[in-house]
Nanobody
Framework: QVQFVESGGGLVQPGGSLRLSCTTS????????MSWYRQAPGRERELVAS????????TYTDSVKGRFTISRDNDKNTVYLQMDSLKLEDTAVYYC????????????????WGQGTQVTVSS
């Protein structure tokens, strides 16, 4: 059974930092690209950052470039999202998911999602 367990969210002031983790099981993590998504209230889920299976290549949506860093540990089946210089508009529930192959341009492999982790940026 595929599982995504996101953690690390919380309440932070603008300009602050958080590090999110997503621990996975039920598939061969080291073989596939991974992505972080977020969904703010009243908005559709959006892609935030992606990483190839080895971690060599990453990509980010424009609004988080230079502030967020995606990384992974294939021995721990875990993908991370370091979020710095947080802004009010980063407030959302953050999720991870797996792609079908090693390249993050491939479709997502699974239709299921974890519970997500809430990130709230507020002064």
């Amino acid at each position: 059974q595929v599982q995504f367990v996101e953690s690390g969210g919380g309440l932070v002031q603008p300009g602050g930092s958080l590090r999110l983790s997503c621990t996975t099981s039920g598939f061969t993590f080291r073989n596939v690209a991974m992505s972080w998504y977020r969904q703010a209230p009243g908005r559709e889920r959006e892609l935030v950052a992606s990483i190839t299976h080895t971690g060599v290549s990453t990509t980010y949506t424009d609004s988080v470039k230079g502030r967020f860093t995606i990384s992974r540990d294939n021995d721990k089946n875990t993908v991370y999202l370091q979020m710095d210089s947080l802004k009010l508009e980063d407030t959302a529930v953050y999720y991870c998911n797996a792609h079908r192959n090693s390249w993050y341009g491939s479709p997502l492999q699974f239709g299921s999602w974890g519970q997500g982790t809430q990130v709230t940026v507020s002064s």
